[in-house]
DNA sequence: GCTTTTATTGAACACTTGTTCAATAATAAT
DNA sequence: ATTATTATTGAACAAGTGTTCAATAAAAGC
């Protein structure tokens, strides 16, 4: 009953995706996202609103994407402290093995976008959140497996650790050096006083 | 023999310091540093350059100043690891007070900047290199004094101490929570066997 | 008081930004 | 075939970007 779509909307957020993870919300311009993706601005604006709409969409497509990817990591029949530190030695090489340095587009984002961008912010909030839950969630069965000390919160724990996350990102943009980092992500599981490998 | 310099450089570069501060490099542009600053685009390139000459003058001045005021509590008659809690109370505190949430300027360029920008990346690199320095020497004391663990590195824990630093300026900016911002930095300091006030 | 030197002005520049929209094309239903 | 519906095109838009420069103003030396 009416024209069909031609391109593939999956597609074309992956190639958003991979030009916000590159370059940056405000250092990604329309005509880059209309030259990468092959689509005019119409299409464009027909399929997705704006600027803000394209940016939106391929976070959310991000998210999902690495949510897979974790999920896997985090659970499976493997001990729960194994997992974690699985979890951080994806980490190390995601950072170790991307010559652009990209770090994650979620960190990037938080990095990047004022505070006061409150849409923006909400949506991240609620996705490091989760994450923030699933590593809570590790650290409560690493506790009653007795992995833990007794006096460690795992809620706390987790908050420190995603902050250490956030570290790690950033410290690979200025120092690049795998073996820093691998020291770092010891250091930072050693504090809860589980065995790495 | 020629017209004089009628404005104050320093206090031109405050007010772009808290420009860039507050709404990042590329979020600022150049009209609104005219409007802050009050001098015309004309003078603003005869005294900078360009915006990104103005950009790196603003840089170094908050460099400076940020040296001056982390000088007052890390060389001081005080034990070292006292000294070192010192440092990340106030950071705490900073962090806290802000209603803005502006962090530190150097975290955020680190942030915004791409890591192809040499010029500016390799500024910011010497920058934390000297932080980076101030804390393994502290570390260095606190192991003479034997309240470090014989097997822990200051080198290594320097960089861990860096990398929970710029964790902590992100974290703040998803959960502006006190009480996590200090539990956070509790269990980063735990992490080296050091008392903490 | 004239000249030299340099700071300041602010309009103008070329370019890029995000966005829109009438024209056109492609499908499905009648 | 005609019509209705919607996708696509791509030129055009207004606003904003960083930057320049001839004109003007202000001081110092002769």
């Known amino acids: 009953m009416a024209r069909p779509i031609t391109f593939d909307r999956t597609q074309v957020l992956q190639q958003a995706i991979q030009l916000f993870w590159l370059q940056g919300y405000s250092g990604t311009s329309v005509k880059n996202l209309v030259d990468a993706t092959g689509l005019q601005p119409g299409s464009l604006y027909a399929a997705f609103g704006d600027k803000r709409g394209i940016f939106l969409a391929a976070l959310d497509t991000y998210f999902n994407t690495m949510k897979l990817s974790l999920f896997g ?11 974690l530190t699985d979890f951080f ?71 420190f650790l995603l902050s250490g996350i956030f570290g790690l990102r950033l410290f690979n943009k200025t120092q690049p050096d795998t073996a820093s980092l691998k020291a770092i992500i010891d250091q930072l599981l050693s504090t809860i006083h589980l065995n790495q490998d």
Chains 1, 2 share one sequence.
Do not use: Y
């Not at 809570?136 to 919160?153: A, F, M, R, T, V």
């Open 89 to 159: 030695n994806h980490l190390l090489q995601e950072s170790s093995c991307d010559p652009d340095r990209k770090g994650c587009l979620l960190i990037n984002t938080l990095s990047e976008i004022p505070v006061q961008d409150a849409e923006i912010n909400s949506r991240l909030q609620t996705m490091f959140a989760e994450v923030e839950l699933e590593l809570k969630q590790i650290l409560i069965e690493c506790k009653n497996l007795g992995q833990l000390s007794e006096h460690q919160d795992p809620e706390l724990l987790a908050k």
């Open 73 to 83: 990591l985090l659970h499976n029949d493997k001990a729960p402290n194994e997992r």
